[in-house]
Antibody, heavy 123, light 110 residues
Framework: QVQLQESGPGLVKPSETLSLTCTVS????????WSWIRQPPGKGLEWIGY???????NYNPSLKSRVTISVDTSKNQFSLKLSSVTAADTAVYYC?????????????????WGKGTTVTVSS | QSVLTQPPSASGTPGQRVTISCSGS????????VNWYQQLPGTAPKLLIY???QRPSGVPDRFSGSKSGTSASLAISGLQSEDEADYYC???????????FGTGTKVTVL
């Protein structure tokens, strides 16, 4: 079955760029959408954005100016970059396989999740 | 930006039925399908219900979802100790152009 694994630095300095990668195993990255979600300590879930294997993206407007999600189909990976981070970006970051119907988003859900990776923003 | 409102907590004894509400608006629940995620302590969320009332393979039929207008509900019948978790509703919001999660409900088995 499909499994996802997040990887990247666990500590990032303020004002720098957070970079994470999600590796998809047990299946192809093609023909699916892939999302990033985060959860600050003790708080709820926040959707960051998604990417289609072809490269099309959609980002949370509240993060859009700082977020870039990219895909590398040759490596079966997709990545998240979040620039100019502050302490408010400290969170567990999850990647997830996503089913979505376009253009209306009537169906949108994440059915396979990674275990998550903790990122702390601190000097 | 939690635009989907859930009660912060719910509880029940083993075997009881517990219901969690999720209140939204015409731009999210009123327009799109609702999903529910279960997050056991210290673990990643897991898809519990999708498309309002569909269970992924492996999810016990003790869990059921429903939707009416701009609200949705998750019911857990025959509550078990392993159901202690946080539960989140979620749906796409057409106005915000964002996938929104509910505020979350912590279920405690007494």
């Amino acid at each position: 079955q499909v499994q996802l694994q997040e990887s990247g630095p666990g500590l990032v300095k303020p004002s720098e760029t957070l970079s994470l990668t999600c590796t998809v195993s047990g299946g192809s990255i093609s023909s699916y959408y892939w999302s990033w979600i985060r959860q600050p300590p003790g708080k709820g879930l926040e959707w960051i954005g998604y990417i289609y294997y072809s490269g099309s993206t959609n980002y949370n407007p509240s993060l859009k100016s700082r977020v870039t999600i990219s895909v590398d189909t040759s490596k079966n990976q997709f990545s998240l970059k979040l620039s100019s981070v502050t302490a408010a970006d400290t969170a567990v970051y999850y990647c997830a396989r996503t089913t979505v119907t376009l253009p209306d988003y009537y169906y949108y859900y994440m059915d396979v999740w990674g275990k998550g990776t903790t990122v702390t923003v601190s000097s | 930006q939690s635009v989907l409102t859930q009660p912060p907590s719910a509880s029940g004894t083993p075997g009881q039925r517990v219901t969690i509400s999720c209140s939204g608006s015409s731009s999210n629940i009123g327009s799109n399908t609702v999903n529910w995620y279960q997050q056991l302590p210290g673990t990643a969320p897991k898809l519990l219900i999708y498309s309002n009332n569909q269970r992924p393979s492996g999810v016990p039929d003790r869990f059921s979802g429903s939707k009416s207008g701009t609200s949705a509900s998750l019911a857990i019948s025959g509550l078990q100790s392993e159901d202690e978790a946080d539960y989140y509703c979620a749906a796409w919001d057409d106005s915000l152009n964002v996938y929104v999660f509910g505020t979350g409900t912590k279920v405690t088995v007494l």
